[in-house]
């Protein structure tokens, strides 16, 4: 089992920057890719990016590309992701997932087998 915990979620105004941080513990029987999705109110959760085991493949949704950068310490057992330039309709419910699977996998599926609990981003004008 792999617990997730997200954190640096909050408010900020447009055009500013936040970076999120995923703590994991536990093991896993494979080495595991990462991801951060997010849910918007009334919208469907999406894979905002996604980050293989050694960090040199990554994946991000159009939206967020040349903005937001995800890499992880796997020394630290940590993933993040840097948030730039934000905008209003970036504001969501950010989950941290893992999955032991590939990156491949993750971006074509969207199935992951573990979740964090998420943490909130507000993007206000």
């Known amino acids: 089992q792999v617990q997730l915990v997200e954190s640096g979620g909050g408010l900020v105004q447009a055009g500013g920057s936040l970076r999120l941080s995923c703590a994991a513990s536990?093991?896993?029987?494979?080495?595991?890719?990462m991801g951060w999705f997010r849910q918007a109110p009334g919208k469907e959760r999406e894979l905002v990016a996604a980050?293989?085991?050694?960090?040199?493949?990554?994946y991000y949704t159009d939206s967020v590309k040349g903005r937001f950068t995800i890499s992880r310490d796997n020394a630290k057992s940590t993933v993040y992701l840097q948030m730039n330039t934000l905008k209003p309709e970036d504001t969501a419910v950010y989950y941290c997932?893992?999955?032991?699977?590939?990156?491949?996998?993750?971006?074509?599926?969207?199935?992951?087998?573990?979740w964090g609990k998420g943490t909130l981003v507000t993007v206000s004008l």
């Open positions: 997932a893992a999955s032991e699977t590939s990156l491949a996998t993750i971006v074509a599926r969207n199935v992951m087998d573990y």
């Open positions: 536990g093991r896993t029987v494979r080495p595991i890719a």
């Open positions: 980050i293989n085991w050694s960090g040199d493949s990554t």
